[in-house]
């Protein structure tokens, strides 16, 4: 790597980083295209992440898990997602779901849950978004009454990662309407649990894979055991993993501009036009120059941000920047990889059309593009 982040990484890191890439390739590319061709979440491929070890990875050895480092963990996000963003993003939520759950979840919650997301054989999803309420997630509107022994969840959740085929629900409710966030909890449910209706998937511009929908909750009894994450701490934990998944996002947009990257300049070498290659062409080769400095920088944001957030660190703003700029130089770099091709950039029988759409949806994911400006001008003047 032109960055050698690799040096940084753990043996185990390293380990899981390869396997990621192997599968990525061996697994993922071949059925890519059908996924989104058939707009369906890749059931199989979670399924077979399971089988190599890639759904516990932020969970202890002592649980079962591969508890890879932060910075191993966007290593392997980057190579999944040079492949298929959606199923990069799919494997996110779960890890992260499944790593909170780790640290965070007792007693029967833990054991009856914990053992299913590490080995795959249970997929997560976590429940933030609402129709109406996005980006202030403060404002949650789904509710959760405490009725004897039990909790009456009622309202909708939209944009949910997994949610078609999820198992796991990790639900933030508002308890108490007058607490403002403060009166915010997180639930586990078991997606079977009466009172869950789930939303066939929505039809989007690209990642259908990552099986995104609607859940609403009628009249939903829970044990009072569901409690994940008690009143009063579960706005400040949603706030505190959505600073690593912009991280994440981050990388992910590093591995779908360098594959755009790779397969433009594989392309331009090979093809003739004008009596000579594209590749001899300035406009063509200055253009690719200008995706590989951004690419660079991109990877230098991210992976300064992942290091911050693994020492502990606040890393809000730095994730905030590698966000903001890792989304737009991948939606401009493919666009530009996919031009020096030609009309042959447009053609589904190489991954950037379907790495073009993702990007563009990478604006949106983990709060958009805009509140990363809130971030980082409140840093700034505030």
């Known amino acids: ?43 199989e491929a979670f399924e077979s992440a399971g089988q190599n070890r890639l759904t516990g990875l932020l969970v202890s050895s002592e649980d079962g898990g591969e508890q890879v480092s932060v910075l191993g963990l966007a290593r392997i996000l980057e190579e999944i997602a040079a492949v298929d963003f959606a199923v990069a993003f799919s494997l996110v939520c779960h890890n992260n779901l499944a790593g909170a759950v780790g640290r965070r979840a007792e007693g029967s919650l833990r054991d009856n849950i914990l053992p299913g997301l590490v080995n795959g054989s249970s997929l ?19 509710t959760a009454a405490k009725d004897g022994e039990e909790w009456v969840l009622n309202g909708e959740k939209a944009w949910v990662t997994n949610g078609t085929d999820a198992d796991v629900l990790s639900v933030y409710a508002q308890t108490d309407s007058s607490l403002g966030h403060r009166g915010i909890a997180t639930f586990l449910i078991d997606a079977n649990t009466s009172g869950v209706v789930k939303t066939p998937g929505y039809q989007l511009l690209g990642a259908h894979g990552l099986g995104a929908n609607s859940i609403r909750f ?27 998944a912009r991280v994440l ?32 062409l300035q406009g063509v080769r200055f253009k ?30 730095e994730a905030a920047h590698a966000k903001k700029f890792s989304t737009r130089v991948a939606e401009s770099g493919i666009a530009s990889c996919m031009q020096v091709m030609g ?40």
């Open 124 to 142: 997560g999803a976590f429940l933030l978004t609402e129709p109406n309420v996005g980006s202030d997630a403060a404002a949650i509107t789904v």
């Open 1 to 43: 790597m032109e960055l050698d982040l690799d040096t940084a990484l753990e043996d185990r890191d390293i380990g899981a980083v390869q396997r990621a890439q192997d599968w990525a390739e061996d697994f993922v590319a071949p059925m890519a295209e059908a996924w989104e061709t058939e707009r369906r979440f890749a059931k």
């Open 343 to 382: 009309a042959h950039g447009a053609r589904r029988d190489h991954p950037l059309p379907r790495h073009l759409a993702a990007s563009r949806l990478t604006h949106y994911v983990d709060g958009a593009t805009e509140i990363q400006d809130v971030v980082i001008s409140r840093s700034l003047l505030d």
């Open 249 to 280: 996002v981050g990388a992910m947009c590093c591995g779908m501009l360098r594959t755009g990257l790779n397969t433009a300049s594989d392309y331009v070498r090979q093809r003739v036009a004008f009596g000579g290659r594209l590749a001899d």
């Open 218 to 244: 009628d009249n939903c009894r829970v044990p009072e055991e569901s409690l994940f994450v008690p009143i009063g701490e579960g706005f400040r934990a949603a706030m505190e993993g959505i600073d690593l």
């Open 288 to 317: 690719l120059a200008d995706v590989s400095t951004d690419l660079e920088a991109a990877r230098l944001l991210t992976y300064r941000a992942a290091r911050t957030f693994q020492e502990g660190r606040d890393a809000a703003v």
